[in-house]
């Protein structure tokens, strides 16, 4: 995202977006990749409330987040492109707020990727995990990315 100083994003964390939905999939490759036509919609709200679930140490992907919200609706997948906008618009949203705070350096991309997108990037997202115990590796020479060793091991379970 650009320009997130100008930006609202609580207003957009609330805006009403026609979601949540469930749209059916016609295309076969996408229906191959996705493994099904059942594409779930969660609102940017749903996923700032999933996010604020995961405890101090514990860890969640946006894949987890994404695959929650498909079962959780009976869908066959939740639509990643707008899953990985609301979760920034969420970090942001609670970046701009001066209480209730959302804990999204604890949400990862897949593999345990920090997220350069969120607020601070991946020097601020490093800086609150390695607070709370969890160690960060860098992977590359050239384009260099971020990752907590073992996540895995620190994952929380949405549906506990």
């Known amino acids: 995202m650009a320009n997130e100083d100008k930006k609202d994003f609580n207003a957009m964390l609330h805006k009403d977006t026609g979601m ?15 493994g099904g036509e059942k594409m779930f919609f969660a609102p940017p709200l749903a996923y700032d409330q999933v996010m604020k679930r995961v405890p101090y140490g514990k860890l969640v992907t ?35 707020r001066k209480n209730d705070e ?20 991946t020097a601020a997202q490093k800086e609150k995990l390695e607070a709370e115990g969890h160690a960060v590796v860098s992977r590359g020479r050239k384009n260099i990315r971020f990752y907590v060793r073992d996540y895995e091991k620190a994952l929380f379970e949405l549906d506990s």
Do not use: C, H, M
């Open 102 to 121: 959302t804990p999204y350096w604890r949400v990862l991309k897949a593999e345990g990727e920090l997220n350069p997108k969120y607020p601070g990037g």
């Open 20 to 34: 949540p939905k469930i749209q059916i999939v016609t295309d076969e490759a996408s229906i191959r990749k996705y």
């Open 62 to 96: 946006v894949g987890e987040i994404r695959a929650y919200f498909a079962r959780k609706n009976d869908a066959d997948f939740t639509d990643p492109i707008t899953a990985g906008i609301f979760v920034s618009i969420a970090a942001w949203a609670s970046y701009q």
